[in-house]
């Protein structure tokens, strides 16, 4: 599958540090009172409060089922109560194909839905979608990846910097291996433009060690399901499990195939994994995963729901149509797999003033 995408907007911070425990402004949207209305939220920057929700209706609608985008769904129930918006609902196509994914927006909107956050399945066709229901008044967030190319048709784009995390995971790879060795690499699709920036944030910090740390191989195309993961680790592991020092796994399903692998047959090989399931996180805490790199889609939905109903009650406009915004990439590692939603916590609340104050216009 697709993972989230680039890009970060020109001067700002990519990522919380976890250790600083930075602070950012709290927001104070009142629920729902008697006449379904929400009570106006204490002033914030650029006056972006949602007054009324009550007649916004947000779809969140990824381009397929995988476990990434499940905490979107508890998510937008929240951010529903929270801003008193008339509806939310969370819907996925069975496959991933870009024309069903079209045709469930479709339904959604004739069902009365009016606000969209889509992660789309074919980077490059996806711009269509957008501009469609745009031109149909409905405001439309690009959540967890953008398009590719360097337009956007979206009103804004709200997902992970995948080149960036990606080199912080090499980077925590190579340091647990003591800054010499021999790295593979595991990720998605060879063709999805996302996969491409992976592959070049990998190959950015293992250009930085001077030839101390070789790319033994880069393995793509096996992020479709899990087993088609473990049976591509087991045969890696055959073949050159003794020369292998370590594994940055930059796609959920190889991650977590790694991570089983290294603990099943006593390899002494460091993997660094990507986001936080149970199996990465109790890996950690057990030692055999070195760390892993966790994203924030519940940032992406909060904030990205929250924004898309300050669009579509027209009490915000966004400042440069198409923008892109990293939602922020976190190491983990034993030290801090305990409290490493704090900094994911802080980013949230970080992106919404960032939308406030410089995303967002309004009145």
């Not at 967030?141 to 910097?161: R, V, Y």
């Not at 199996?279 to 805490?285: A, D, M, T």
């Not at 729901?305 to 915000?316: F, I, P, V």
């Not at 966004?318 to 034993?334: A, I, L, M, N, Q």
Request: hydrophobic content about 40%.
């Amino acid at each position: 599958m697709r993972f989230p995408t680039r890009s970060v907007l020109p001067g700002v911070v990519a990522a919380v540090v976890l250790a600083s425990g930075t602070a950012a402004c709290t927001y104070k949207n009142s629920g729902p009172e008697s006449g379904g209305q929400a009570a106006p939220a204490a002033r914030t920057g650029g006056g972006a409060e949602l007054v009324d929700g009550s007649r916004t209706k947000v779809a969140l609608v990824p381009g397929g089922a995988h476990p990434y985008f499940q905490p979107w769904k508890t998510a937008v129930t929240t951010a529903r109560k929270t801003y008193g918006l008339g509806a939310v609902t969370f819907d996925e196509t069975a496959e991933w194909d870009q024309q069903k994914q079209n045709n469930l927006l479709s339904t959604l909107a004739a069902r009365g839905y009016n606000s969209f956050g889509v992660f789309g399945v074919s980077p490059t066709d996806i711009n269509s979608t957008f501009a469609d229901l745009r031109s149909q008044g409905f405001p439309v967030a690009s959540l967890g990846s953008c398009p590719a190319g360097d337009k956007d048709e979206a009103d804004f784009c709200l997902s992970t910097d995948v080149e960036l995390a990606a080199y912080k995971a090499s980077k925590a790879a190579i340091e647990a291996m003591g800054g010499r060795g021999t790295l593979v690499h595991l990720t998605g699709n060879n063709v999805d433009a996302n996969t491409q920036l992976r592959i070049k944030g990998v190959a950015r910090a293992v250009k930085e060690t001077g030839g101390k740390v070789k790319l033994l191989q880069t393995i793509t195309d096996i992020d479709t399901d899990l087993q088609t993961a473990q049976k591509a680790v087991s045969d890696l592991m055959a073949a050159k499990g003794d020369r292998i020092t370590g594994i940055v796994a930059t796609a959920y399903n190889p991650a977590v195939a790694a991570a089983d692998a290294v603990s099943t047959s006593g390899s002494k090989a460091k993997v660094i994994a990507i986001d936080d399931d149970a199996k990465i996180l109790s890996g950690i805490e057990q030692g055999t995963v070195t760390a892993t790199v966790v994203q924030n889609p519940v940032g992406q939905a909060e904030v990205g729901t929250w924004a898309l109903a300050l669009l579509q009650t027209k009490q915000c406009t966004v400042r440069s149509p198409g923008v892109e915004v990293d939602s922020g990439s976190f190491v983990v590692t034993k030290a801090n797999v305990s409290g490493y939603d704090k900094a994911r916590q802080a980013k949230t609340a970080q992106l919404k003033q960032q939308f406030a104050d410089k995303i967002l216009s309004c009145g």
